[in-house]
């Protein structure tokens, strides 16, 4: 894919937004557009934002969307005219969402499998004809299970959520950029957390130059 004038919407959430740079060209699809000769590389990342709806407490009506809350309620918002879109999510559904993760037949977003479908279908549609990315959560401290969060219970690990990323994704036929298994960033090894993601979650400068030459490598490639 040749790159130079391409209009992206990038939508996820602090990682996207730019939690964790120290200035907003130093995030990936800052690099990506200045690299890569974008057009325009759209910011729709939102912090604490997930795939799936959230219930909360206490739980609102299923009529009390807010359109921030989540990807499914707000993808749709996005401006229509990009030719290409890239999903950068899932890390917060594992983390802190009070969604279930339910299963691959669910096709509304009250779960993390339907959110999935959702999601992806939605975009699929809005976007028809134009190529949709997805990439997968990186490694996290604390991947292997969650021990906070707004609703007691057991959400598996957070491979688990990459996997339902992939399996639905690869359901849809959509190219996934698997930053999970092969970012290089895995923070558990203290050296790469202390140069690319001090805080265990969010990468800093250096981590975002990582993400954004692997992005523009892989839309190369499609």
Not at 184 to 213: F, R, S, T
Request: charged share 25%; glycine share 10%; net charge negative.
């Amino acid at each position: 894919m040749e790159l130079k004038g391409l209009k992206i919407n990038f939508l996820g959430d602090s990682i996207t937004e730019g939690v964790g740079v120290s200035t907003p060209d130093a995030l990936y699809h800052a690099i990506l557009k200045r690299e890569a000769g974008l057009k325009e590389a759209r910011n729709y990342g939102i912090s604490a934002t997930r795939y799936a709806l959230q219930k909360g407490y206490p739980a609102r009506p299923k009529d009390d969307y807010v359109d921030v809350n989540s990807f499914s309620e707000r993808f749709n918002k996005m401006d229509d005219d990009a030719d290409v879109v890239v999903v950068f999510g899932g890390t917060n559904d594992y983390g802190h969402g009070d969604a279930p993760i339910g299963t691959f037949e669910d096709r509304t977003p009250e779960t993390f499998y339907g959110a999935c479908h959702y999601l992806y279908s939605g975009l699929i549609k809005k976007y028809l004809g134009k190529t949709i990315v997805i990439m997968t959560p990186l490694h996290r401290i604390g991947e292997e299970s969650r021990s906070y969060g707004v609703k007691p219970g057991e959400y598996g690990s957070l491979k688990e959520y990459v996997d339902i990323i992939r399996e639905v994704a690869q359901y849809y036929s959509l190219p996934v950029l698997d930053l999970f298994k092969e970012s290089g960033l895995q923070p558990a090894v203290k050296e790469i957390q202390d140069k690319y993601i001090p805080d265990g979650l969010h990468p800093n400068d250096e981590g975002h130059k990582i993400i954004a030459n692997k992005l523009k490598n892989f839309l190369k490639n499609l």
